[in-house]
């Protein structure tokens, strides 16, 4: 089959590689018809080479038609139609009772001390073939894949897989008051459906931040004040003039470890991307490779007493925090990957009528075939062609 493979710092490629077969009874084979590029992806373009070989299969967000189940998968059959949350979980755990998909028991990396695995991620989360393929092997599948209705066009459930569930997660550990504040740190994909959510949820006043002007512009559209983080003025003074002064009752930062305008952790980063792997390897664990602007300004701008809610990933075994700060403003912090499985009940009803109130019909901007999946990375890092989505569609 043909894959989307890593080849080294913003070098992916399309190869042939063997097409994955049933190895356990509780494992499934897809037909993948749709898989996002997400933001996460970009991470192991740019600095994550040290935890991911040449060759591995990318992807995380992918949906499609099953093939084939194990003896033990019964929930889904040959035909159906499902979605593939990104952790992999198994449903039976401790965690997985508690609705902490992301910490299964039975599939966390212990060797590398991490959470649940997840499909196409370094590793450090097992270093399970991802979903930006023809086909993938999907473990766990007595419990994993969501199994969505025919009819509608792929777009309407394949956030399902990662988008949705964690802009719906970092909504609901922001913990805004009805009729609240929030500040939404970073406009892509999670960072904008988090806006959606939020108004869906009540928050009276949403306010995004961002840089790239067709997302500052895309978010305006759907009524929320962004602000351009390079304009002129300061943006706390900006922020806390629309909220009373006060600042927001919750800031969500979307952006994490990439954050623009932090030089030290760039060039932390440059390095790791560019050092042996051993070697980049131990700079992360033991510096701040994180550039912790986007984090620092969440810190400056919620309001005391106020929660910050961190869903954009960080990497860095040693970044710098403002303790003295966060502790005198009486701050409550959230964070973690996404428990996909926990949030389908609340969404799936969001999705099943025409009116399509969160607009995933039209979140997508580019739906390429597979083969070009190496440009689609590179226009999506660079931001250009007014790229927001990608769905690679095999
Ligand atoms: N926790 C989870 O389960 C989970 C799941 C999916 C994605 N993520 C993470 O969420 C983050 C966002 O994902 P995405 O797909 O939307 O990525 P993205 O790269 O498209 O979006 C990030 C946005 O942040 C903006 N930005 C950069 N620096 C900024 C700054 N200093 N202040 C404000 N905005 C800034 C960028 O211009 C960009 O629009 C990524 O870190 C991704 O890894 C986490
Ligand atoms: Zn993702
Ligand atoms: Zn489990």
């Given at each position: 089959m043909k894959a989307v493979t890593f080849h080294g710092k913003r070098d992916v490629r399309v190869d042939t590689v063997d097409d994955p077969r049933?190895?356990?009874?509780?494992?499934?084979?897809?037909?993948?018809?749709?898989?996002?590029?997400?933001?996460?992806?970009?991470?192991?373009?740019?600095?994550?080479?040290?935890?991911?070989?040449?060759?591995?299969?990318?992807g995380h967000e992918p949906m499609g038609i099953v093939e084939e189940v194990g003896a033990e998968v019964t929930h889904i059959k040959a035909g159906d139609r499902v979605v593939m949350p990104f952790n992999i979980s198994c449903g039976h755990c401790w965690m997985c009772d508690e609705g902490l998909q992301s910490q299964c028991e039975t599939t966390q990396v212990r060797d590398q001390g991490m959470g649940a695995a997840l499909f196409g991620f370094t590793k450090l989360y097992g270093q399970v073939p991802g979903g930006q393929a023809e086909f993938l092997r999907v473990p766990q599948a007595q419990y994993g894949p969501i199994k969505v209705p025919e009819g509608p066009p792929d777009d309407r459930f394949v956030y399902l897989s990662d988008v949705l569930p964690t802009a719906w997660q970092s909504v609901e550990y922001a913990n805004i008051p009805k009729g609240g504040s929030v500040a939404v740190l970073g406009l892509g994909p999670i960072g904008e459906m988090a806006c959606r959510i939020a108004q869906h949820h009540g928050a009276?006043?949403?306010?995004?931040?961002?840089?790239?002007?067709?997302?500052?512009?895309?978010?305006?559209?759907?009524?929320?004040?962004?602000?351009?983080?390079?304009?002129?003025?300061?943006?706390?003074?900006?922020?806390?003039?629309?909220?009373?002064?006060?600042?927001?009752?919750?800031?969500?930062?979307?952006?994490?470890?990439?954050?623009?305008g932090a030089p030290i952790g760039k060039l932390a980063h440059q390095l790791t991307g560019l050092l042996p792997d051993v070697v980049g390897r131990k700079l992360m664990e033991t510096a701040g490779i994180d550039r912790l602007s986007a984090l620092h300004l969440a810190i400056e701008l919620v309001r005391r007493g106020g929660t910050i809610s961190l869903i954009g990933v960080y990497g860095g075994m040693?970044?710098?925090?403002?303790?003295?700060?966060?502790?005198?403003?009486?701050?409550?912090?959230?964070?973690?990957?996404?428990?996909?499985?926990?949030?389908?009940?609340?969404?799936?009803?969001?999705?099943?009528?025409?009116?399509?109130?969160?607009?995933?019909?039209?979140?997508?901007?580019?739906?390429?075939?597979?083969?070009?999946?190496?440009?689609?990375?590179?226009?999506?890092?660079?931001?250009?062609d007014g790229a927001f989505k990608f769905l690679l569609q095999p």
């Open positions: 049933i190895e356990q009874p509780t494992d499934a084979i897809v037909r993948i018809t749709s898989s996002g590029i997400c933001g996460s992806d970009l991470h192991l373009y740019e600095v994550m080479g040290p935890y991911i070989d040449e060759g591995d299969i990318l009276e006043q949403v306010i995004g931040i961002d840089l790239v002007a067709d997302r500052l512009e895309r978010a305006r559209g759907h009524g929320v004040l962004a602000i351009d983080l390079t304009a002129d003025g300061d943006i706390a003074e900006i922020v806390r003039g629309a909220t009373d002064g006060r600042g927001p009752d919750a800031v969500i930062d979307a952006v994490g470890m990439e954050a623009h040693a970044d710098p925090m403002p303790l003295l700060t966060m502790f005198d403003k009486q701050i409550n912090l959230r964070m973690g990957q996404a428990n996909v499985k926990r949030w389908i009940d609340d969404i799936m009803p969001l999705l099943s009528g025409d009116d399509d109130p969160l607009g995933v019909d039209s979140f997508a901007t580019h739906r390429v075939p597979l083969a070009e999946a190496p440009h689609a990375y590179e226009t999506f890092q660079k931001k250009e």
